[in-house]
């Protein structure tokens, strides 16, 4: 298949990964590279789609989606989620995103996905180019934590960071915090327009680095960087998120962790209440494209545990 009858293109597949790797540490700055073990991860089983495009032999470009099952009112139907969009600088002027995204939509037609949603870091290239429409902001909550800073400082330096991994969950057991058996997590709030938090998406998650613990008998999904990443909770009201909150800041205490973070959509449930007490920041603008107009989409309960960096 050739673009432009000048780029080769190919389906993406494992035979690929070695030239994906190589094209987005080239695309995206130092300290974003990307190794084997989460591109397999993220992208090789039979829930993606995904093009990548060469110039004789050299990664230029890629797009691709992930699919996941979604709660549509009463309805179970597939939808993708676009991330590592890339094109190296030297060949956007040959509208290879458009190309390949028009490749990958008509793709996930055939495989009955009813909408692409994402939180692309260019916004307005999504909305000029491949004609996606705007959810609106996510909100982000931070909560600050006064301890000593090493968690960043391990975070930076790859050799030494599994070091700091094998501590965080010695601070967990400690804590007793660890929901060993815990494979789901209940639907939290919203009980429409969301991704079910069931075991093959816990699953999924906990391979790309998340984990699952219980505080106060509730299922909580983080993930940890430098800071302390919130995915997704159950359903708590504002007094039982608050007690898990401080219960969060005694861990990150430990662990050298001085933030605490969680994104959650502007329209949902869970930013009505949360803003009730805590302050928020804009975060990633949430956007989708349909692909049946039958589906159409105002608003998606869409959390920090839907980010393909989280």
Same mark, same amino acid.
Not at 21 to 50: A, C, E, H, M, P
Not at 200 to 218: F, H, P, Q
Not at 293 to 300: E, M, P
């Given at each position: 298949?050739?673009?432009?009858?000048?780029?080769?293109?190919?389906?993406?597949?494992?035979?690929?990964?070695?030239?994906?790797?190589?094209?987005?540490?080239?695309?995206?700055?130092?300290?974003?590279?990307?190794?084997?073990?989460?591109?397999?991860?993220?992208?090789?089983?039979?829930?993606?789609?995904?093009?990548?495009?060469?110039?004789?032999? $050299?990664?230029?470009?890629?797009?691709?989606?992930?699919?996941?099952?979604?709660?549509? *009112?009463?309805?179970?139907?597939?939808?993708?989620?676009?991330? *590592?969009?890339?094109?190296?600088?030297?060949?956007?002027?040959?509208?290879?995103?458009?190309?390949?995204?028009?490749?990958?939509?008509?793709?996930?037609?055939?495989?009955?996905?009813?909408?692409?949603?994402?939180?692309?870091?260019?916004?307005?290239?999504?909305?000029?180019?491949?004609?996606?429409?705007?959810?609106?902001?996510?909100?982000?909550?931070?909560? $600050?934590?006064?301890?000593?800073?090493?968690?960043?400082?391990?975070?930076?330096?790859?050799?030494?960071?599994?070091?700091?991994?094998?501590?965080?969950?010695?601070?967990?057991?400690?804590? *007793?915090?660890?929901?060993?058996?815990?494979?789901?997590?209940?639907?939290?709030?919203?009980?429409?327009?969301?991704?079910?938090?069931?075991?093959?998406?816990?699953?999924?998650?906990?391979?790309?680095?998340?984990?699952?613990? $219980?505080?106060?008998?509730?299922?909580?999904?983080?993930?940890?960087?430098?800071?302390?990443?919130?995915?997704?909770?159950?359903?708590?009201?504002?007094?039982?998120?608050?007690?898990?909150?401080?219960?969060?800041?005694?861990?990150?205490?430990?662990?050298?962790?001085?933030?605490?973070?969680?994104?959650?959509?502007?329209?949902?449930?869970?930013?009505?209440?949360?803003?009730?007490?805590?302050?928020?920041?804009?975060?990633?603008?949430?956007?989708?494209?349909?692909?049946?107009?039958?589906?159409?989409?105002?608003?998606?309960?869409?959390?920090?545990?839907?980010?393909?960096?989280?």
């Amino acid at each position: 298949m050739l673009i432009n009858n000048k780029f080769t293109v190919l389906q993406f597949s494992e035979e690929l990964i070695d030239d994906f790797i190589l094209l987005f540490n080239q695309s995206f700055t130092k300290g974003r590279n990307i190794d084997r073990k989460r591109v397999s991860n993220t992208y090789i089983n039979d829930n993606y789609i995904g093009f990548l495009a060469y110039d004789y032999n $050299k990664p230029i470009a890629f797009y691709g989606i992930i699919i996941f099952d979604f709660k549509y *009112n009463d309805q179970s139907i597939k939808v993708g989620q676009s991330i *590592n969009s890339m094109v190296l600088p030297s060949y956007r002027k040959y509208n290879l995103f458009y190309h390949l995204a028009d490749l990958t939509n008509n793709l996930a037609k055939t495989n009955d996905v009813k909408f692409i949603f994402g939180l692309p870091n260019s916004p307005e290239l999504f909305h000029k180019v491949l004609d996606w429409s705007y959810l609106g902001s996510m909100k982000k909550y931070s909560f $600050k934590i006064c301890t000593l800073p090493f968690a960043k400082l391990f975070w930076k330096i790859n050799y030494i960071r599994f070091l700091y991994v094998h501590y965080f969950k010695l601070v967990i057991n400690i804590l *007793n915090y660890f929901g060993h058996n815990c494979l789901l997590i209940k639907d939290s709030i919203d009980n429409n327009y969301h991704i079910p938090r069931l075991q093959k998406y816990i699953i999924y998650k906990k391979k790309l680095g998340a984990n699952v613990i $219980k505080i106060n008998k509730t299922s909580i999904i983080i993930s940890i960087d430098y800071r302390l990443k919130v995915g997704d909770l159950e359903d708590v009201t504002i007094e039982k998120f608050t007690k898990i909150i401080k219960k969060l800041k005694r861990m990150c205490f430990w662990l050298g962790i001085c933030e605490i973070c969680f994104s959650v959509d502007n329209k949902s449930d869970w930013n009505e209440i949360l803003s009730s007490k805590y302050q928020s920041k804009d975060d990633m603008q949430l956007m989708y494209i349909e692909l049946d107009n039958n589906y159409t989409l105002d608003t998606a309960h869409i959390t920090l545990a839907d980010y393909d960096t989280f």
